[in-house]
């Protein structure tokens, strides 16, 4: 069995990594040759502690595995990242454990891939305006990933908390795009595509707010009863997803649905679109929305990226069961 460290993980796999991935995980579950199994995620009733288990097999990479941890939203006061997990690969043929790979660098890169791919394949081509609804951990990795897809000339950004803001202005130092600070009416004012990456459980965008031809890309909404967008902005939307079941059950899609302004059928898988059984984007004035969930299969396929190029670099301990 190999071991691959968090670290070993941040030093592998990089976002053209997790993007490849990701968007090839995504088609391969539109074609039916990939499928997550039923989750399990529960309160512990310890640490506020939210736990459980993300597992599936891809037929196609022949991925077989499970992804097992959750949030402790306590965890930034002791130093650590609240999310924290860690993956188990098996082997299809025998069934035998093959690796242990380290989950929290994985779920983030994996999650700002997805966020990129719904961009790559869904935004305006010209898109030139960046909104960030959120600045904590996954922010900077959203961020990152984002302004790789697009020629963006500038970012501007709300967070719940300001003070965490000029954190992520640093990343967009970094990467050369100039960085505004913005109510959430101006960001969706003026942005072109906005990635939301929050634990709110109340919206934080409404339907008014958002110009047409916005791309949004969904991605903090993974658990029933979390929100960050106006029911009714979600009903004007064309929507994609990277799960259907899980968006309707614990994704941005959930509350709509409640609501009864939209149902399953009209969302459509991203896969859909990679594959070009779906067309995407149809009009330069249609608002677009990717409801990112987060799906075991992404964190299977980063695993299996992360093991694979750690045996190649022989940066991956083994050890005999």
């Not at 941040?10 to 090839?24: H, I, M, N, S, Y």
């Not at 039916?32 to 736990?51: C, K, M, Q």
């Not at 595509?193 to 409404?206: K, N, Y």
């Not at 964190?299 to 940066?315: H, I, N, P």
Request: proline share 3%; hydrophobic share 45%.
């Amino acid at each position: 069995m190999l071991i691959v460290s968090e670290e070993t993980c941040k030093a592998v796999v990089g976002r053209a990594d997790a993007f490849t991935a990701v968007e090839a995980v995504f088609a391969a579950m539109a074609r039916a040759d990939a499928t997550n199994f039923p989750v399990i995620r529960e309160a512990i009733g310890h640490a506020d502690a939210l736990y459980g288990f993300k597992s599936g097999f891809d037929r196609a990479g022949l991925t077989l595995g499970l992804k097992s941890g959750g949030y402790w939203p306590g965890n930034t006061e002791k130093g650590l990242t609240n999310h924290q997990s860690t993956v188990f690969l098996f082997d299809p043929d025998t069934g035998q454990v093959k690796a242990l790979v380290g989950g929290n660098y994985l779920t983030a890169v994996r999650t700002a891939a997805a966020s990129s791919v719904s961009i790559r394949h869904l935004a305006r081509a010209d898109a030139k305006v960046l909104g960030m609804v959120g600045a904590g951990h996954q922010a900077a990795f959203q961020l990152r990933a984002a302004a790789e897809q697009r020629a963006f000339d500038r970012v501007v950004a709300w967070n719940y908390h300001p003070d965490m803001l000029p954190g992520l202005k640093v990343v967009a130092d970094e990467i050369g795009l100039p960085f505004e600070a913005a109510e959430r009416e101006r960001l969706g004012a003026e942005a072109d595509v906005i990635i939301s990456i929050t634990s709110a459980h109340d919206p934080l965008l409404m339907k008014d707010w958002v110009k047409p031809g916005t791309h949004i890309a969904c991605m903090g909404t993974d658990t029933k009863g979390k929100q960050e967008l106006d029911p009714a902005l979600v009903a004007a939307a064309t929507l994609f997803t990277d799960e259907i079941a899980q968006s309707i059950t614990i994704g941005e899609t959930q509350h709509a649905i409640a609501a009864g302004l939209i149902d399953a059928e009209t969302i459509t898988p991203i896969g859909d679109v990679i594959n070009g059984a779906h067309p995407g984007r149809r009009s330069d004035d249609e608002i677009t929305l990717f409801d990112g969930t987060g799906v075991g299969l992404q964190d299977l396929a980063v695993a299996s990226v992360a093991a694979r190029l750690a045996a190649e670099q022989g940066r991956a301990r083994e050890v005999a069961l």
